[in-house]
């Protein structure tokens, strides 16, 4: 499996961005497809993930300010941040995994989001 993100950029506090991935390759029906983020000096974390039946988690922090959505015909998920803050500043992974529980199996190459005035 493939997965090409796109969408990062520089963002003001307060603002919104909108992530996209799309996966390619030998892809199975279950499935989930997400984002984790990585902030220099700490852990991957996760930010979201959806199943291709559409069930979604999310880490609490981002709750409320962050939806994940999928369109399962274009194997492509989307991640639309809003009320962007600086601590969201990191890397963010697009993830694929062929089930709909446990640490993803694949990883795109990262896309970079900075918060920043």
């Known amino acids: 499996v493939q997965l090409q993100a796109s969408g990062g950029g520089l963002v003001q506090p307060g603002g919104s961005l909108r992530l996209s991935c799309a996966a390619s390759?030998?892809?199975?029906?279950?499935?989930?497809m997400g984002w984790y983020r990585q902030a220099p000096g700490r852990q991957r974390e996760l930010v979201a993930r959806i199943t291709s039946g559409g069930s979604t988690r999310y880490a609490d922090s981002m709750k409320g300010r962050f939806t994940i959505s999928r369109d399962n015909a274009r194997n492509t998920v989307y991640l639309q941040m809003e009320s962007l803050k600086p601590e969201d500043t990191a890397v963010y992974y697009c993830?694929?995994?062929?089930?709909?529980?446990?640490?993803?199996?694949?990883w795109g190459q990262g896309t970079e989001v900075t918060v920043s005035s």
């Open positions: 993830a694929f995994k062929d089930s709909y529980t446990g640490y993803p199996d694949y």
């Open positions: 390759g030998g892809i199975f029906s279950r499935n989930y």
